[in-house]
Each structure stands twice: as C-alpha cells, then as structure tokens.
Nanobody, 123 residues
Framework: QVQLVESGGGLVQAGDSLRLSCAAS????????MGWFRQAPGKEREFVAT????????YYANSVKGRFTISRDNAKNTLYLQMNNLKPEDTAVYYC????????????????WGQGTQVIVSS
C-alpha cells in the first residue's frame, strides 16, 4: 500500500508556471504506474498525464500536451507535474494517483489517491 501527498499548488497568473509534487510513502512506489488528474468545480475528474513505473513512457491529455511534463524520481519516491504557460481553464484541484499495474487514462484504473492540491490561474 502507498500513501500519497500532493503539494505545490497555488494562485498564479495566466502564463506562469508551477511544479506540483506528490510524495509517496509505503511500499512499491517504484513499481507503480502513476498519474495526475484534475477536477474543476462542477466538473468530472479528468485525466491529465500518466507515467510508467520506470518513467520511460508518458502520455498526456490533449489539453495539456506541450505545456505540462510528468516525471518521477523513484529514489525519492516522488512524482512531479511541471506546468508551464498556465491558462485559466487549468484551474482545478490536482490529484496524483497510483496504479499497481501500468497506469492509464481512466480514474478507475488507479487504486490509491492523494488528497489533492488547488491550482488557481487568474486571467
């Protein structure tokens, strides 16, 4: 089992950058597929990015492709999301999630979730 804690959210202006972190404790982080999801007020939770256990494979939602970068440091048990050129539509609570398998784009594929970190992008 793994516990996840996100950090790094905040209030920024359009065009700014933020880096989110997700610290994992417990066993198995380095073997889990990991993902970032987000949920805006009144909307469904949506997929943002996923990364394989080794970091060798990544996949992004079209809405963030070219602006966001997912990465991981297995030695530090930490997942990252570098967000550049932020837009007001990126405003949401961002969640990291762990999948004992390979990860994916569906929230239902992930067994473990963090509590979320708020990102607000003003125009």
């Amino acid at each position: 089992q793994v516990q996840l804690v996100e950090s790094g959210g905040g209030l920024v202006q359009a065009g700014d950058s933020l880096r989110l972190s997700c610290a994992a404790s417990g066993r198995g982080f380095s073997t889990y597929g990991m993902g970032w999801f987000r949920q805006a007020p009144g909307k469904e939770r949506e997929f943002v990015a996923t990364i394989s256990w080794s970091g060798g494979a990544t996949y992004y939602a079209n809405s963030v492709k070219g602006r966001f970068t997912i990465s991981r440091d297995n030695a530090k048990n930490t997942l990252y999301l570098q967000m550049n050129n932020l837009k007001p539509e990126d405003t949401a609570v961002y969640y990291c999630a762990a999948d004992v398998d390979i990860g994916g784009t569906l929230a239902a594929e992930y067994e473990y979730w963090g509590q979320g970190t708020q990102v607000i992008v003003s125009s």
